[in-house]
């Protein structure tokens, strides 16, 4: 598995329920990284452009799609979509071993009405 976070170290994230726990992730993550069945890396997104930013947005829409969970209003809102993606709203995409495309499965979503974060996500994977 390989987790790919891109996000914005100097960016104002949104205090908003999506980012909770996040303070958390760079620890959980380098927890995972140590274990050793998980590939991290890590994406600094300063300086990208929207449109850059926005096209790795587009490829949360597979798994979105797939898993029928929502990602719009996440990243930004049902008018804008994805414009804060790994600038105010970090997200991290999940590929499954092999899989170099398409992400598996993206975070924060909202699945059935539950946020799950990133921090929630990384958490069950390290129980």
């Known amino acids: 598995m390989r987790l790919r976070l891109y996000y914005d170290p100097g960016a ?21 990284d140590k274990a050793g069945n998980v590939e991290v890396q890590i994406i ?10 926005r ?7 597979v798994p979105a799609q797939s898993k029928k969970f929502a990602v719009g209003k996440i990243f930004g ?8 993606f790994g600038k105010g709203v970090p997200g991290l995409l999940v590929h499954e071993e092999g899989s170099r495309i398409s992400p598996a499965d993206v975070y924060p979503h909202e699945e ?16």
């Open 112 to 127: 059935k009405g539950r946020l799950i974060t990133i921090a929630d996500y990384l958490r069950s994977l390290l129980s």
């Open 12 to 32: 104002h994230f949104k205090t908003d329920p999506v980012n909770v726990g996040f303070d958390h992730v760079p620890t959980l993550l380098s927890e995972l």
């Open 77 to 84: 809102s049902n008018r804008f979509h994805g414009r804060d």
């Open 44 to 53: 600094h997104t300063t300086g990208w452009s929207d449109e850059q930013r």
């Open 55 to 61: 096209e790795v947005y587009l490829q949360t829409w």
